[in-house]
């Protein structure tokens, strides 16, 4: 948050894979920490459908 109105707000920018993490607060880190895995979770979900969907797809030529 800005002190004075003239100065511009904090900008929250993405995690970068090997970014320098050094100049960020402990709740900045902990935020990216929810953030990310709150991305593995959505990855996580995305695989398990593609295996389902590829299982489904294999038993279907199988029945043949």
């Not at 970014?19 to 990855?43: H, K, N, P, Y």
């Amino acid at each position: 948050m800005a002190i004075f109105h003239d100065e511009p707000a904090r900008k929250n920018t993405p995690h970068e894979i090997g970014q320098d993490l050094s100049r960020l607060s402990i709740d900045d880190l902990r935020a990216r920490i929810d953030m990310l895995r709150g991305e593995i979770t959505r990855v996580e979900t995305e695989l398990h459908s593609r295996g389902s969907t590829r299982s489904a797809a294999e038993a279907l030529f199988r029945r043949s």
